[in-house]
């Protein structure tokens, strides 16, 4: 038996490494869809990004999933609104950066390709942030670059 994924929206959604585990239909993934989605796995569905990541992102990225969902057999209320690989990468380093961390413990070449590390470079290039954070979202680009 599979987690129900809440009710989700554009401006609520699923993200961190959830998305990264639903099918998409270009390859790219981590694949621990069990792990990450069977019923007796206790661990929450990582997070879901609020309107906060979409004032700071934007809208890109931010996609309709309930189809790949369906197909895999993940129940949903609802249409799934849903990170898109890269997007889930950036909200995941923009959530650390906002903690005051800095993302070391995200690993892109785990999960994508290099032409979608090229989009999450993009969206967090574009982050409306102050200055600080902003600072060390380019440095952390310019390492993983």
């Not at 621990?32 to 206790?42: E, K």
């Amino acid at each position: 038996m599979m987690k129900r994924i809440p009710r989700t929206s554009t401006q609520n959604y699923l993200s961190g490494r959830a998305p990264l585990n639903i099918p998409f239909p270009d390859g790219t993934g981590d694949w621990h869809m069990l792990g990450t989605f069977d019923a007796r796995n206790s661990k929450p569905l990582q997070f879901f990004a609020d309107a906060s990541f979409v004032h700071i992102l934007g809208h890109a990225g931010i996609e309709d999933r309930s189809s790949d969902a369906t197909r895999a057999g993940f129940a949903h209320e609802g249409p799934l609104w849903c990170a898109s690989h890269p997007r889930a990468v950036a909200d995941m380093v923009l959530r650390s950066f906002l903690r005051g961390g800095a993302a070391t413990h995200v690993r892109m070449d785990d999960w994508m390709a290099e032409e979608q590390n090229r989009i999450v470079f993009a969206i967090l290039g574009n982050a409306n942030i102050g200055d600080e954070i902003k600072a060390g979202l380019e440095k952390w680009i310019k390492n993983k670059a």
